[in-house]
């Protein structure tokens, strides 16, 4: 299968900190990644699309200086949260783009880490 | 613009009755659609896609496009298929609009 991991699971910080979020491709290349926000009973919302060796593109309204992404390898891309404040603390998750080959057709496919949570006090 | 519309935040049906997950978008193109699933603790993983045409766990979807909609169907709701389900549409780019989600609650 494809698995997609990320760590921590749950972060809890001091305001004013910095936070980093690992998103790894564990059995599979990606060149490209993407992190997503999810507020309590709410959807999730694109926040950047992470890409090896190249910056990453944020949606709008997205921070870049705020949330920093960088995608460093074809199995790693990180986002750190800077100087992190209580209207952050959030559920990230990443997912991870996989090109699949099937019934002579191909096509990709987003496998998702199982998120983490983060809190800001 | 792309949207994704879930106009039902939670659902519940009786185990065995039919089950119908409501989607709706708002695309200028040709659209991919998808159906999400994250069951209790677990990770959001993928049910199916218009374009495979597949059946799985016994859920289908036919994507409208007169209607622009993509509703999920299963004709015998089981326990296990309590879970939230994502409806998601993916345009021109490779990024993935998410509907908000129903939650799907089978009673025994």
């Known amino acids: 299968g494809a698995v997609v991991s990320q760590h921590p699971s749950r972060v809890i910080c001091k305001s004013g900190t910095s936070v980093k979020i690992e998103c790894r491709s564990l059995?599979?290349?990606?060149?490209?990644m993407f992190w997503y926000r999810q507020f309590p009973k709410q959807s999730l919302m694109l926040m950047a699309t992470s890409n090896e060796g190249s910056k990453a593109t944020y949606e709008q309204g997205v921070e870049k200086d705020k949330f920093l992404i960088n995608h460093a390898s074809l199995t790693l891309s990180t986002l750190t949260v800077t100087s992190a404040h209580p209207e952050d603390s959030s559920f990230y998750i990443c997912?991870?783009?996989?090109?699949?080959?099937?019934?002579?057709?191909?096509?990709?496919?987003?496998?998702f880490g199982p998120g983490t949570r983060l809190t800001v006090l | 613009a792309q949207r994704v519309t879930q106009p039902e935040k939670l659902l519940s049906v009786f185990k065995g009755a039919p089950v119908e997950l409501k989607c709706n978008y708002s695309y200028s193109g040709s659209p991919e659609l998808f159906w999400y699933v994250q069951y209790s603790r677990q990770r959001l993983q993928l049910l199916l896609r218009?374009?495979s045409r597949e059946s799985i766990k016994g859920f289908t979807a036919d994507l409208n496009k007169g209607e622009t909609s993509f509703h999920l169907k299963k004709p015998f709701a089981q326990e296990e298929d309590s879970a939230m389900y994502y409806c998601?549409?993916?345009?021109?780019?490779?990024?993935?609009?998410f509907g908000k989600g129903t939650k799907l609650t089978v009673n025994p």
């Open positions: 218009h374009i």
């Open positions: 059995d599979f290349q990606a060149t490209t």
């Open positions: 998601a549409l993916q345009g021109g780019s490779e990024k993935l609009v």
């Open positions: 997912s991870a783009r996989r090109d699949t080959f099937r019934d002579r057709s191909s096509y990709n496919e987003q496998f």
